[in-house]
């Protein structure tokens, strides 16, 4: 899960290739590079490390019109110079970035490339040493790249420069995405649109196998069998402010603060003139004839999708699954008679979901997708759409996109139940304002929450969080939150299942942070933290006003037992900032992670 970018064009390529690199770099980290090809030839740059490096290394020779750059998320060999796209073919005159895996590569290179000699240990060499290979069988770029790409097996987006042409950029993908920036003089290749908004805000959609020319006053569009595509671009709906931090240390604040907004966005956007809740009838029609619901879903998402199946049994009264999209792929359940696969994802990319997608559709089974993307792989390829109006989500870890997932879940699911005649006495649209405005005031309560997390986590390597119903998935998100950005070890855990095993790591000090949110489950939950507490815990007990309890570290302002998860997470996404700033992690772009899997 790299991003890459390439431009065509007169301006100044290197700034627009290294500014694309800035906004891309969210996915991949580890090393980058550019390559540019002007009068003289083309020039590699690369780096191990930050596009902050890449630009200093940069040259400022510019009479470059067209180049390629890459952000790295290492796959096939460690993170190094040697290993950073772009790469080279053996007599240099093809340049390459790829983002994917090339599942066939050990394969293509003993069938073709036994006599080349490889600088590097990537997948990706391999491409670019086939293209040069076939190119002495057809003296044709054109037909070289055309039947590489036909010999590829695996996930791939792909720039490629020829130094003798200057007026070609030769693109083609499949599975990772990639879109065509159009211009006036000049066309952009991107991984996702947010790379060069400052360029242009129009963009067009390639499809899996095609090979696409892209020159600086035209795009063609060809299928592998060499068949002509005609196709509309489309208006990318993002603000280029939106992908900035302003005055935020960090993207991940911004976007926890932008959570009451997002609520906000969510209830004007899902609600018709007169104030009605407002649905895509053909979502609502696949809900209503649906016997079970597959949620399908990574990391954060899954935890949203697990709120998400008790809202909507207990709201509409449909039957749902949560799985892990990864092992959902090789282990698909006996299915019912009329399955529909609900499918979760903030960036509409991940590979894992993706894969499942791909599975049930050959099934002929019906998918939904939710997503902050629309006009992603996952929305393009569903046949329904919700989207989560979160605007763009930059830091790795996911915030706002968590509870906009959960807010319009729970929209679908009263959808549904008013559909089937049930009667509700739970408006979400009233709830949700009730939750927005709950959100502003913890949001405002930072230093409070800075303080528990140095009191908490200064100095710890593990700690545990514990809930039940509603709340045990909330702790398995607030888990989460703090491993991927602070690396402390954490679990999150049912209450009531510590005693059968886990509670044997419960030692003098061991940071546990218990949510009490549910009534029907309270006092259950307070005897789990007397269980810890009895064996050397520092229990930090988050609870909602109206169940608190002296000993209670903060206390939730009161919204709808359904919805607490939308108010505790955000302590808990605090709690984590907190920790993580205060062991200098790199709080947007942490460690060995990206904020799109696009590799299975
Ligand atoms: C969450 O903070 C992580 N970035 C990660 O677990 C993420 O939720 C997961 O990769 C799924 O991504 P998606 O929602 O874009 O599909």
Same mark, same amino acid.
């Given at each position: 899960? !790299?991003?890459? #970018?390439?431009?065509?064009?007169?301006? %100044?390529?290197?700034?627009?290739?290294?500014?694309?690199?800035?906004?891309?770099?969210?996915?991949?980290?580890?090393?980058?590079? /550019?390559?540019?090809?002007?009068?003289?030839?083309?020039?590699?740059?690369?780096?191990?490390?930050? @596009?902050?490096?890449?630009?200093?290394?940069?040259?400022?020779?510019?009479?470059?019109?067209?180049?390629?750059?890459?952000?790295?998320?290492?796959?096939?060999? +460690?993170?190094?110079?040697?290993?950073?796209?772009?790469?080279?073919?053996?007599?240099?005159?093809?340049? /390459?970035?790829?983002?994917?895996? @090339?599942?066939?590569?050990?394969?293509?290179?003993?069938?073709?490339?036994?006599? #080349?000699?490889?600088?590097?240990? =990537?997948?990706? *060499?391999?491409?670019?040493?086939?293209?040069?290979?076939?190119?002495?069988?057809?003296?044709?770029?054109?037909?070289?790249?055309?039947?590489?790409?036909?010999?590829?097996?695996?996930?791939?987006? /792909?720039?490629?420069? %020829?130094?003798?042409?200057?007026?070609?950029?030769?693109?083609?993908?499949?599975?990772?995405?990639?879109?065509?920036?159009?211009?006036?003089?000049?066309?952009?290749?991107?991984?996702?649109?947010?790379?060069?908004?400052?360029?242009?805000?129009?963009?067009?959609?390639?499809?899996?196998?095609?090979?696409?020319? #892209?020159?600086?006053?035209?795009?063609?569009?060809?299928?592998?069998?060499?068949?002509?595509?005609?196709?509309?671009?489309?208006?990318?709906?993002?603000?280029?402010?939106?992908?900035?931090?302003?005055?935020?240390?960090?993207?991940?604040?911004?976007?926890?603060?932008?959570?009451?907004?997002?609520?906000?966005?969510?209830?004007?956007?899902?609600?018709?003139?007169?104030?009605?809740?407002?649905? %895509?009838?053909? @979502?609502?029609?696949?809900?209503?004839?649906?016997?079970? $619901?597959?949620?399908?879903?990574?990391?954060?998402?899954?935890?949203?999708?697990?709120?998400?199946?008790?809202?909507?049994?207990?709201?509409?009264? @449909?039957? +749902?699954?949560?799985? /892990?999209?990864?092992?959902?792929?090789?282990?698909?359940?006996?299915?019912?008679?009329?399955?529909?696969?609900?499918?979760?994802?903030?960036?509409?990319?991940?590979?894992?979901?993706?894969?499942?997608?791909?599975?049930?559709?050959?099934?002929?089974?019906?998918?939904?997708?939710?997503?902050?993307?629309?006009?992603?792989?996952?929305?393009?390829?569903?046949?329904?759409?919700?989207?989560?109006?979160?605007?763009?989500?930059?830091?790795?870890?996911?915030?706002?996109?968590?509870?906009?997932?959960?807010?319009?879940?729970?929209?679908?699911?009263?959808?549904?139940?008013?559909?089937?005649?049930?009667?509700?006495?739970?408006?979400?649209?009233?709830?949700?304002?009730? #939750?927005?405005?709950?959100?502003?005031? $913890? =949001?405002?309560?930072? *230093?409070?929450? *800075?303080?528990?997390?140095?009191?908490?986590?200064?100095?710890?390597?593990?700690?545990?969080?514990?809930?039940?119903?509603? %709340?045990?998935?909330?702790?398995?998100?607030?888990?989460?939150?703090?491993?991927?950005?602070?690396?402390?070890?954490?679990?999150?855990?049912?209450?009531?299942?510590?005693?059968?095993?886990?509670?044997?790591?419960?030692?003098?000090?061991?940071?546990?942070?218990?949510?009490?949110?549910?009534?029907?489950?309270?006092?259950?939950?307070?005897?789990?933290?007397?269980?810890?507490?009895?064996?050397?815990?520092?229990?930090?007990?988050?609870?909602?006003?109206?169940?608190?309890?002296?000993?209670?570290?903060?206390?939730?302002?009161?919204?709808?037992?359904?919805? =607490?998860?939308?108010?505790?997470?955000?302590?808990?996404?605090?709690?984590?900032?907190?920790?993580?700033?205060?062991?200098? !992690?790199?709080?947007?772009?942490?460690?060995?992670?990206?904020?799109?899997?696009?590799?299975?």
């Amino acid at each position: 899960m !790299c991003g890459i #970018v390439g431009y065509i064009g007169q301006n %100044d390529t290197k700034e627009i290739l290294l500014t694309g690199l800035e906004k891309l770099e969210y996915r991949g980290y580890d090393s980058a590079g /550019i390559a540019t090809l002007g009068e003289d030839g083309v020039h590699v740059t690369k780096v191990k490390g930050r @596009i902050a490096a890449l630009r200093e290394k940069v040259d400022n020779e510019n009479d470059a019109t067209i180049g390629i750059g890459h952000t790295r998320w290492a796959t096939h060999g +460690v993170p190094s110079v040697q290993n950073a796209h772009p790469h080279q073919s053996s007599t240099e005159r093809f340049t /390459i970035v790829h983002n994917g895996v @090339i599942e066939n590569y050990m394969a293509l290179k003993k069938e073709y490339l036994e006599d #080349v000699d490889f600088v590097s240990e =990537t997948d990706t *060499e391999v491409i670019v040493q086939l293209i040069e290979k076939l190119y002495q069988k057809h003296k044709s770029t054109k037909k070289a790249f055309g039947e590489a790409m036909s010999l590829l097996k695996g996930s791939y987006a /792909i720039g490629l420069i %020829d130094a003798e042409d200057q007026e070609t950029l030769y693109v083609s993908k499949n599975k990772s995405p990639l879109l065509v920036g159009l211009g006036e003089g000049f066309n952009l290749i991107a991984s996702d649109a947010m790379a060069t908004l400052k360029e242009t805000n129009e963009y067009l959609e390639i499809f899996d196998k095609e090979i696409v020319l #892209v020159n600086r006053s035209f795009v063609e569009v060809q299928t592998l069998d060499g068949e002509v595509i005609n196709r509309e671009p489309f208006i990318a709906e993002i603000d280029a402010s939106d992908t900035e931090k302003g005055t935020y240390p960090h993207f991940m604040l911004k976007e926890i603060d932008e959570q009451p907004i997002v609520m906000r966005n969510i209830i004007r956007e899902y609600q018709n003139e007169k104030g009605e809740l407002k649905l %895509d009838k053909d @979502i609502r029609k696949a809900m209503q004839k649906t016997d079970r $619901i597959y949620i399908i879903a990574a990391g954060t998402s899954s935890y949203a999708g697990l709120v998400g199946k008790e809202l909507i049994e207990k709201i509409a009264n @449909i039957p +749902v699954e949560v799985h /892990i999209a990864s092992e959902f792929s090789y282990n698909m359940p006996l299915l019912p008679e009329k399955p529909l696969f609900l499918f979760i994802s903030q960036s509409g990319e991940t590979a894992d979901s993706r894969a499942v997608l791909v599975k049930i559709k050959e099934l002929g089974h019906p998918a939904l997708t939710l997503t902050n993307v629309p006009g992603s792989t996952l929305s393009r390829e569903a046949n329904y759409t919700l989207p989560l109006h979160a605007g763009p989500e930059i830091a790795v870890a996911s915030t706002k996109a968590y509870t906009a997932q959960i807010a319009v879940l729970a929209i679908l699911a009263v959808d549904t139940a008013r559909a089937k005649g049930i009667k509700l006495d739970f408006d979400p649209l009233q709830e949700l304002a009730i #939750v927005a405005n709950a959100m502003e005031i $913890i =949001t405002n309560q930072k *230093e409070e929450l *800075e303080q528990l997390s140095n009191e908490y986590f200064a100095s710890t390597r593990n700690a545990f969080y514990i809930g039940r119903s509603m %709340d045990y998935h909330v702790a398995q998100e607030a888990a989460l939150k703090l491993k991927e950005i602070s690396y402390i070890q954490a679990e999150g855990f049912a209450g009531g299942e510590l005693k059968h095993g886990t509670i044997a790591l419960i030692e003098d000090g061991t940071p546990v942070v218990a949510l009490a949110t549910q009534e029907n489950v309270n006092y259950s939950i307070r005897g789990n933290v007397q269980e810890v507490v009895a064996r050397g815990a520092n229990a930090l007990i988050i609870s909602s006003k109206g169940l608190e309890q002296d000993e209670d570290a903060f206390v939730l302002p009161p919204v709808h037992e359904l919805l =607490t998860p939308l108010v505790s997470v955000i302590p808990m996404q605090l709690l984590a900032y907190y920790a993580a700033l205060h062991r200098d !992690c790199d709080v947007d772009k942490p460690r060995n992670l990206a904020k799109s899997v696009t590799v299975e």
